[in-house]
């Protein structure tokens, strides 16, 4: 009696369930349809479901014996932390959080447990807590789930919520009083459901979206308010009383400009605004559904780092809770009144206080809870654990209290002691926790900097005391861990504070990738480790593990497992992932060479490569199948014919035609192996394997064959016995795990299951499989079963799951269950308090320890590589001093007994060979270090560019006499970002041109390098392309041209096609170009402007730029980019300036050059004639000038080798190298003879010329001269002594000259120094200017884009606007046909009654009264389409209930007959019309309809046009007071302008005034260009109008043209378009037909087949020559075949004439030669023999012309 409303409300939500995947917003109605006859009966405060009724408990098979109270459920260690809410706070102790499929209330200060189950076993979606904690909710899993309210605290079934969702609920929420509840489920519906719970009912529900959805919440403020947020979207929604009922109406969120995020936290504001999260870390303020601000930190920082997880409204604060384990608490008013300042949308704030938990914490969810009147909160943090907050942050705040932690993620391994009630687990959190099952609880943890990956409790034989635990991560490394008892420490009792500590005792890295599996040798004394890439390394087990080696198998390995112990032979089966399963021996130490790798290769190995057989045995089944049908049928058949016969009736057992059967399903092998799960020794050789993938469903008993010559990926092998076990086709056995106790097997499922399947005496088989235990323990989507354990005495079972949750069960029943379980802590080693601490790996990265031990075999063979070199060059060190010995005794000997050079050489091939072998490696070495050459140089280059090239060297020319010098500007090259566009083009060209012609000189020298080194083989590739020349056709080589000629036509192809479609591109960008430079509608004349603009600039306004009223004009704008230009223009100039001096410089540095050689020279020709004068005769030789070092400053980076050789020599002395030096002191020798070239004497001809001269004069003195010669000597003295005057004053003159030069251009240099000082002062103004601007640009530009914004925004608008009246008008002249159309139906239809028609009133009520229905309908459906979230249930019976109304009005409506008297086809026709009065009426309200919804959004962009043209308006005079505002901040600028005194004419008094501050300076051209413009005015006053009038005219005659140039183009478009469709059928692209019109794939086809078909030509020839000779040798024996048939056909003559003549003879001349009969016989018998030996010949060349024949066959 209390479930009937339940019952109830679900079939009333019947109806309305088929169209919720249709409609977004589709509801049922607040208040299900009632029929008079029901009542309605309320649930009962005091009702209670039975927990034993609700929960889902075991599960067994019928015939099993195990019973169902097999496991009673214990503990659970673990915590599902990754989920998005899993936290649930009933008191200020107790805390609830979902395990799987129970829901744990745990106390946190005992830590006693109590679970609850849920209802169906399929998992559980969420849980909440009732505002007023006295009852929680538990939406679950699975088909059709429940949502069961629990009263608290004696958790109690109260009520069950049926029907909200498809699959799973994902959250929920209780309203702020508690009566409401909302919920929300998975795909496919997500269905969001308003309960009233109390009574089970669905008060609404819609489709929340089409995404996921994460969160549900209702609004704190208004209870009629929730907001769903999810996958990209966030949506509001309202509980809004319609004229149908209550209906839940959504909104969705827009996020416009801000990037789609996935919203996790939200909350609504009192006033109804939304703050949300954001993926990056932002907040966003909705209002509308729209983004008002998105708020971050000052600086543009987001408010998390990462995304934010949830939102929290208390009290009037708001708190934003990140991933970043941060908890910051915000101002609600500054939140709710924020606004956008700018574009962005961004507003920057400050939180009032933060809390932060912690580096590696990541919070999810925080909940509150008041203790002992105080508030504090906790918290769910995903790296597994729950805190206790104290957020009031005030002098007496607690500091944040972990209240107890777990793993994070999924478990990845488990193990169990061997002695005690202890397990190990480990994850990928990079933890290993203990923790003792007897008392239920974690007793130590231990953290790594790798998460785990595999774990494994030592044995007893391998430790004795049971603390030894071995761990595998996921780096590839194993640790190897103990466990023990601190206060049995020596030294140490009573002082340790936990009853147990972990010590790491050894650490090692055996695989580079992640440790899958570990397993111990049943004897204890090998250990055997397992990976990912595909290895498995086994170690001696001694006081340390010691490596004995690996091996290699075909697949990342799963799992492995030692023989039993009741195996003869201990091996190792080893199961990998891809479908391989290898079996090995105890490796032993010792007994493998170990020396240079751990690498073992000679170890039996057994393969077996699993081979899918389900297909066959699915196949198996569907043959059984058929048979079992048509044994039935014939069964079936029998038994009817029988019965027939007993009934004494007639049967004719007639076969019937069997129908044809569907054929059966081809054998299905995957293309990828399934995957092996898990497997378990059965026999010697033989094992178990249970597979998932497409092979699921099946235990397959496998063996191992004996051969194993076979490749491994080749094999396929079959396993020999399968189990069928029920429903794991999609749910495989990940795990399984045997009880001694009794025999039983676990198996772990994927969907987190655990089932116990009994075996009998045989152990598996493949009946004993059938029965089962089966409960669902871990959650049914992510908590694969990963361990099953049983403790050491068989008395728990430990499952653990990927769900992160651990949970313990007893066998026991609870009369069984021991008093007390007490766990013993094994004892430390002996001398553990006195190790040092285990070196553990922290590098992910380190060695494993095969490459350990690869890496020093490699440097050993390195060092002894080394010492064998340093040998060697000792031995020719030793050699070399020998010879070098024996070349110095060569040379003490006499030169007529020293031996040659060449004669010391034994063999000059050797030389030869040496040269040769040396030019390769050279050339070898060049290759190799081309690209280091060409890097290095390439960086030489960037250095000298960045360095030397940016300078002009500054020299500076000193005068000869003087101490006057002048020098060079210091220049920089002209910066880049002052560059003209022009310049910037022909350097790139011109740099392209030089990596051209690099690249081109690069090819060559390759070419030639290529041309030297290998001549042989040039020679070589030469003789064979002959060789092939000669043995091709003459053919060939105009076939092979026209082939190479369509080739280079392809080429020519994709050219023109590149060509064309660059072309098209242009094409495109200058249409582009084109269009972008069409004028506006109101453009102006640019003449007009540009007068206009003058006129402006000399209207003689002089308003001082300081002024409040002084405007500025769009081109007296001053920007960045104009003062950019300016600076680059002045420092442009200034360079130019500034170089041409340097120019100057130069050439006067040129002519020092020049100069001081030409005083060389004249002092060589004075030092000559001196020569020949007496000394008392010579004057004083000028001083030769000399080059400072300042004056050719380029010669410092000039270098050549010598330069370079001197360089290396002393960086090597530098580094002090330790090698000894190559070669000897003979050889260094040669080297430096070979490299210094012999110097130059210059002075050795003189020196010559001078002796010569001086022996001829001593022969001269030694002569008495005559007096002819006397004069001549007199003569040349004289004219020598003028020679050498005359030179020395020519260099005196050549000195002063330059040194007045130098004077010259010094003093024009001082003089552009002040103009360069006066314009780097001004560039200085320039710079400062710019930096202003520069600051001042962002505001500019954003108030630019923005007026750039509101313009676009407004042409849109208007044109819009314009298509809305087009829209509007067609509308009206559509509604004005139609009422055409109505009066003139109305007109014909009462012509069709005539005159004085007595049925004329009735006829026309059939008309008037279906048109009222009509419009009644039209009504009933026009409010059901402005209510958004109207259903069809809803409207339905609208619809009926109009219906029987307008059937009230008029009986006739329902039944219409043509009453007595009336004629019948006036009454059809009045039918017919009526149907056409209908359509018109339907089409003339749609109209209207139209017409007014265009009506409104007109109005609406009306206004928003003036809105935005508002906004224009205001930030024009935005920008405007801007500028003002700049140019103000550029007038406080100081400006140096040096004046002369006459400049100054403000005199005060005849005075200089003190204060310049209120004078103007202007120029003399402009105060003479002020007076000329009075005049000019006035006479311009008078043209411009003129010039006005004429405008006018001009712009009526523009406009319309323009109108006729518009209806031109349209026409053209028209005509285009109309030729396009009758030729084509369709509008065409012809650019594209251009482009495509060529098909070179098809060209390049051609050539292929043009290429095969010449070589078929080829074939084909050689195939008719073959013919050729075949037919000669035809002719021939067709000859020899016709000439033996001439001789038969003579034969045949022959023999006809011999049996004429012998006829004749036995008929005519019988009488006569009666007498000579015998003679007669004898000529017959030889003639017959003739005749026989003539036959025999026939015969035989018969024979032969027929074997001729076959021959040519």
């Known amino acids: 009696m209390e479930e009937e409303p339940v019952e109830d409300a679900e079939a009333d939500l019947s109806g309305a369930e088929d169209d919720l995947d249709e409609q977004d917003n589709s509801q049922v109605s607040s208040e299900p349809q009632k029929r008079p006859e029901e009542v309605k009966k309320k649930i009962a405060e005091t009702f209670f479901y039975t927990y034993e009724d609700v929960y889902s408990g075991p599960y067994t098979t019928d015939d099993t014996e195990i019973p169902t109270n097999l496991l009673t459920f214990k503990h659970s260690f673990g915590y599902d932390c990754t989920r998005p809410v899993n936290l649930m706070i009933m008191d200020r102790h107790t805390v609830g959080y979902i395990a799987g499929n129970q829901v744990i209330l745990q106390n946190l200060r005992t830590k006693y447990q109590k679970h609850v189950r849920s209802s169906r076993g399929s998992g559980i979606g969420f849980i909440t807590a009732h505002p007023n904690k006295d009852y929680f909710a538990v939406g679950e899993k699975g088909k059709k789930p429940n949502i069961v309210i629990y009263t608290y605290p004696s958790v109690r079934p109260y009520r069950i919520l049926k029907g909200g969702t498809e699959v799973a609920y994902v959250f929920g929420d209780f309203n702020r009083t508690g009566t409401l509840l909302a919920s929300v489920g998975s795909g496919p519906d997500y269905m969001l459901t308003i309960w009233d719970w109390k009574q089970e009912e669905t008060l609404l529900r819609s489709k929340a979206f089409a995404q996921d959805v994460y969160k549900v919440m209702f609004s704190a403020e208004n209870e009629e308010h929730l907001t769903t947020g999810g996958s990209g979207h966030i949506r509001f929604w309202k509980m809004a009383l319609t004229l149908t009922g209550l209906k839940l109406q959504g909104t969705l969120g827009r996020f416009g400009k801000t990037a789609v995020s996935d919203i996790m936290g939200f909350v609504e504001l009192p006033d109804g605004k939304v703050v949300s999260g954001t993926e990056w870390g932002n907040l966003l303020l909705w209002e509308g559904g729209l983004i008002k601000v998105e708020l971050c930190q000052v600086g543009h920082k987001p408010c998390h780092e990462g995304p934010v997880s949830q939102l929290v409204f208390d009290e009037g604060d708001l708190y934003s809770v990140g991933k970043d384990g941060v908890i910051r608490m915000w101002n609600f008013e500054v939140v709710d009144a924020a606004d956008p300042v700018d574009d962005t949308g961004l507003v920057e704030m400050e939180p009032m206080n933060e809390l932060w938990l912690g580096k590696n914490v990541s919070l999810n969810f925080i909940t509150k809870i008041h203790d002992h009147g105080q508030p504090f909160w906790f918290a769910q943090d995903t790296s597994g654990a729950i805190w206790k907050l104290d957020l009031t942050f005030s002098n007496m705040t607690h500091d944040p209290e972990r209240m107890c932690t777990f793993h994070s993620g999924g478990i990845e391994a488990i193990g169990v002691s061997p002695f005690t009630y202890l397990m190990a687990t480990t994850a990928l959190d990079r933890s290993v926790r203990i923790y003792d099952f007897s008392s239920n609880s974690q007793v130590s943890v231990m953290k790594f900097k790798q998460g785990g990956t595999a774990l494994m409790w030592a044995p007893a034989v391998v430790n004795p005391e049971g603390g030894l635990i071995a761990v595998g991560f996921e780096d590839g490394v194993v640790r190897i861990i103990e466990v023990y008892d601190p206060r049995r420490l020596p030294g140490h009792a009573g002082q340790a504070s936990e009853i147990a500590e972990i010590n790491l005792k050894q650490v090692f890295k055996p695989h580079g990738a992640a440790v899958t599996a570990l397993a111990y040798e049943r004897k204890g004394d090998v250990f055997a480790t397992g990976s990912k890439d595909k290895t498995v390394f086994f170690f001696a087990i001694e006081d340390e593990y010691k490596p004995i080696g690996f091996i290699c198998v075909p697949g990342p390995v799963q799992a492995l497992q030692w023989s039993p112990p009741s195996h003869d032979k201990s091996t190792l089966l080893i199961l990998c992932e891809n479908g391989f399963a290898v079996q090995v021996p105890a490796p032993l130490r010792g007994n493998h060479d170990a020396a240079t790798t751990y690498h073992i290769k000679n170890l039996p190995t057994q393969y077996f490569h699993f081979y899918s057989i389900k297909s066959q045995l699915k196949l198996g089944e569907e043959i059984a199948r058929r048979e079992k049908e048509k044994q039935e049928k014939e069964k079936a058949r029998l038994e009817w014919i029988k019965q027939q016969k007993e009934l004494g009736l007639e049967v004719q057992e007639t076969k019937e035609e069997e129908p044809e059967e569907e054929p059966l399903p081809p054998i299905y092998i995957p293309e990828e192996p399934s995957p092996i799960l898990c497997g378990f020794y059965a026999a010697p050789g033989k094992f178990w394997l249970s597979l998932g993938g497409y092979d699921s469903g099946f235990l397959y008993h496998c063996e191992f064959s004996h051969d194993n010559e076979e490749d491994p990926e080749k094999r396929k092998d079959e396993p020999f016995e399968v189990i069928p076990m029920e429903n794991t086709d ?60 049983c403790s050491h005495d068989d008395g728990c079972l430990i499952t653990c799951g990927g769900d992160g949750n651990i949970f313990t069960f007893d066998f026991w029943s609870e009369e069984e269950l021991p008093k007390e379980l007490k766990v013993t802590i094994p004892c430390p080693r002996r001398g553990l308090e006195k190790e040092k601490a285990t070196e553990d790996i922290k590098d992910p990265d380190a060695y494993t320890i095969e490459e350990y031990k690869q890496k020093k075999e490699h440097e050993r ?45 034994m063999d000059r091939r050797i030389f030869e060979e040496l040269d040769r072998q040396t030019l390769q490696r050279i050339q070898l070495v060049q290759r190799q270090l081309a690209w280091e050459h060409e890097k290095q140089f390439i960086g030489l280059q960037k250095l000298q560019t960045q360095f030397r090239d940016s300078l002009e060297f500054t020299l500076t020319v000193h005068a000869i006499q003087s101490n006057h010098q002048i020098s060079t500007y210091s220049l920089l090259t002209v910066s880049e970002k002052y560059s003209q566009d022009k310049k910037h083009e022909d350097s790139k060209l011109a740099v392209h041109k030089e990596k051209w012609t690099a690249l081109k000189e690069a090819e060559q020298a390759e070419e030639e390098i290529h041309r030297e080194t290998t001549p042989v083989h040039r020679g070589s ?11 091709t056709p003459e053919v060939q080589k105009p076939t092979m041209r026209y082939i190479e000629s369509r080739r280079q036509k392809i080429r020519r192809l994709v050219e023109k096609y590149d060509a064309l479609k660059a072309k098209i591109m242009k094409r495109r960008a200058e249409w582009h170009e084109l269009y972008k430079s069409k004028p506006r509608d109101n453009y102006e004349n640019s003449k007009d402007a540009k007068e206009i603009k003058e006129a402006r600039e000399n209207i003689g306004c002089y308003r001082l730029k300081s002024a409040t009223n002084y405007t500025l004009t769009e081109n007296e704008r001053i920007s960045t980019e104009k003062k950019m230009t300016q600076l680059a223009i002045l420092e442009g100039l200034i360079h130019k300036i500034k170089v ?142 003028y020679l050498q005057e005359t030179l020395i004053k020519k260099i005196n003159t050549l000195v002063i000259n330059f040194d007045a030069e130098l004077r010259l251009l010094r003093h024009k240099k001082l003089k552009m120094d002040v103009q360069m000082k006066s314009a780097d002062l001004r560039c200085i103004t320039c710079c400062e200017e710019l930096l202003i601007l520069k600051k001042l640009e962002v505001h500019e530009d954003l108030l630019e884009e923005q007026i750039c914004i509101l313009i676009n925004e407004q042409e849109d608008i208007h044109s819009k606007l314009k298509s809305y009246l087009a829209q509007i008008e067609d509308r009206k002249c559509e509604i004005v046909m139609l ?170 008094d005849g005075e200089m005034p003190r204060d310049f501050s209120q004078t103007l300076v202007f120029t003399n051209q402009s105060l003479q260009y002020l007076q000329k413009r009075i005049v000019d005015q006035r006479n311009e006053k008078i043209m411009q109008r003129e010039i006005h009038k004429k405008a006018k005219e001009q712009h009526k005659q523009l406009l319309q043209d323009k109108k006729e140039m518009e209806m031109e183009i349209q026409g053209l478009e028209e005509r285009c378009n109309n030729l396009m469709m009758e030729k084509f059928g369709r509008l065409v692209d012809f650019e594209a037909v251009q482009v495509h019109s060529v098909n070179i794939p098809m060209e390049q086809m051609k050539v292929r087949i043009m290429e095969k078909e010449y070589e078929h030509f080829v074939e084909l020839k050689e195939w008719e020559e073959r013919i050729v000779v075949l037919q000669h040798q035809l002719t021939k024996l067709t000859r020899e075949n016709t000439s033996k048939l001439h001789q038969l056909n003579r034969f045949c003559h022959e023999k006809h004439h011999l049996e004429t003549e ?25 003639l017959e023999s003739r005749l026989m030996q003539m036959t025999c010949e026939v015969a035989h060349l018969r024979e032969e012309i027929s074997k001729g024949g076959v021959d040519e066959m």
């Open 1140 to 1281: 041409n001096m340097n120019e100057e410089i130069v050439s006067l540095r040129d002519l020092k050059v020049s100069t001081i050689d030409e005083i060389k020279s004249l002092v060589k020709e004075v030092k000559s004639i001196q020569a020949i004068l007496d000394v008392s005769e010579h004057l004083p030789i000028p001083l030769i000038p000399q080059l400072h070092p300042d004056e050719v400053p380029e010669k410092i980076v000039e270098y050549n080798s010598d330069v370079l050789l001197k360089f290396k020599e002393e960086q090597e002395a530098k580094a002090k190298l330790k090698e000894p030096l190559e070669g000897c002191s003979s050889s260094r020798a040669f080297r430096h003879m070979f490299l210094q070239t012999p110097p130059v004497e210059e002075g050795a001809p003189m020196a010559q010329a001078g002796v010569t001269e001086e022996q001829e004069a001593f022969e001269m003195e030694k002569a008495e001269p005559t007096e002819m010669e006397l004069e001549i000597l007199k003569r040349e003295k004289i004219k020598n002594l």
């Open 861 to 905: 063979k390195m060092k002894e590589a080394e010492d064998k070199k340093n040998k060697k060059r000792e031995e020719l060190s030793a050699l070399r001093q020998d010879f070098v010995f024996l070349l110095q005794k060569n040379q003490e000997l006499p030169k007529h007994m020293q031996l040659h050079r060449e004669e010391f050489e």
């Open 730 to 789: 999609n749910n495989p056995i990940h795990q399984i795990s045997f009880c001694s106790r009794s025999p039983l097997m676990f198996c772990g499922m994927q969907n987190g299951s655990l089932r116990a399947y009994p075996l009998g005496e045989k152990g598996l088989s493949v009946g004993a499989l059938k029965d089962y235990w089966y409960l669902n323990v871990h959650d049914n989507d992510n908590g694969q079963i990963r361990g099953i354990c």
């Open 1021 to 1031: 590739v030469v003789f064979e392309n002959e060789a092939e020349r000669l043995k």
């Open 1702 to 1726: 012998l006829e004749s003879l036995t008929t005519g001349q019988g009488v006569e030669f009666e007498g000579t009969r015998s003679a007669d016989l004898k000529e017959t018998a030889r």
């Open 1379 to 1548: 009422e055409e159309r109505k009066k003139a139906l109305y007109a014909s239809f009462e012509a069709s009654l005539g005159e004085n028609n007595e049925f004329a009133d009735f006829l026309t009520d059939i008309l008037k009264k279906e048109v009222e229905c009509v419009e009644k309908e039209e009504v009933g459906r026009g409010a059901g389409e402005e209510n958004e979230n109207k259903e069809e249930d809803d409207e339905k019976p609208d619809l009926k209930t109009d219906e029987e109304n307008c059937g009230s009005e008029s009986i006739v409506f329902d039944d219409p007959v043509c009453p007595e008297g009336c004629s019948e086809d006036l009454f059809l026709n009045t039918i017919q019309l009526r149907q056409q009065w209908i359509g018109i009426e339907k089409a003339l309200e749609e109209e209207k309809k139209v017409a007014a919804d265009l009506k409104k959004e007109y109005n609406a962009l009306a206004k928003k046009a003036k809105e935005i043209e508002t906004s224009l308006d205001t930030t024009n005079r935005e920008l405007e007071a801007f500028q003002w505002e700049k140019l103000h901040r550029l007038n406080e600028l100081d400006v140096v302008v040096p004046l002369r005194l006459h400049q100054v004419q403000c005199l005060v």
